[in-house]
């Protein structure tokens, strides 16, 4: 099956595109979020929904603002400005997506699908609660401190195991910058990594 396509983001909207691409790029979890796009018929988030499937489907998005993508899967109101997104948004989009089957933290009961952590360094594999979970992607916000931006990107492994970034501002991929180890911190102009939230997947 043919990997999806990528979507060149408008605005400040790299905090819902990193969100959201780790589970498009990725194929570990791009099997998974294959399998829980509803029917079409489904008229819950409709737009977003549709946004995603024709992704995968390496279609033509173009038609589709990013403003009424957001919107639709709820992560900003009708008034709400679009720049600027934390962890938090992350967070949101699984509840919304995966409710009761994400968790943040390898700690406590339950064995969910995704089990997302604040680490600097990130290891292939980790076993919680009897089951194995592999790294799949990551959720990073970057800082240029001489211009005092943010930015945020998706990381992802790839089928040959190979970490990548994919930047939704350049709608490019990056090989040379390896995202799990502990002592990564350039992306582009970008030399400061404010946060870094991987995401394993029960395997």
């Known amino acids: 099956m043919s990997s999806p396509s990528g979507h060149r983001q408008t605005g400040g909207t790299c905090w819902f595109h990193a969100a959201l691409n780790g589970l498009i ?33 390496r279609g033509n998005v173009r038609s589709m603002t ?75 916000m970057m800082r240029n401190p001489v211009t005092g931006k943010n930015h945020g990107v998706a990381g992802f492994i790839d089928r040959e195991g190979r970490p990548k970034i994919y930047d939704s501002a350049t709608d490019r991929y990056y090989t040379e910058e390896d995202w799990t180890r502990a002592n990564f911190s350039r992306h582009r102009r970008f030399t400061r990594v404010l946060f870094k939230c991987g995401i394993y997947v029960r395997v």
Not at 26 to 35: F, Y
Not at 113 to 139: C, K, W
């Open 25 to 57: 790029m990725s194929p570990l979890a791009r099997r998974i979020i294959r399998e829980r796009i509803p029917n079409r018929n489904n008229t819950t988030h409709a737009i977003f929904w549709n946004y995603v499937r024709t992704r995968l489907e």
């Open 66 to 140: 990013n403003r009424n993508v957001i919107q639709s899967v709820g992560l900003r109101n009708t008034n709400a400005c679009l720049r600027g997104g934390t962890f938090f948004d992350l967070y949101r989009l699984y509840e919304i997506l995966f409710p009761g089957d994400y968790k943040v933290g390898f700690r406590g009961n339950g064995s969910p699908t995704f089990v997302i952590i604040h680490r600097d360094e990130l290891q292939p594999m980790r076993r919680f609660n009897g089951h194995m979970y592999q790294l799949s992607h990551a959720y990073i």
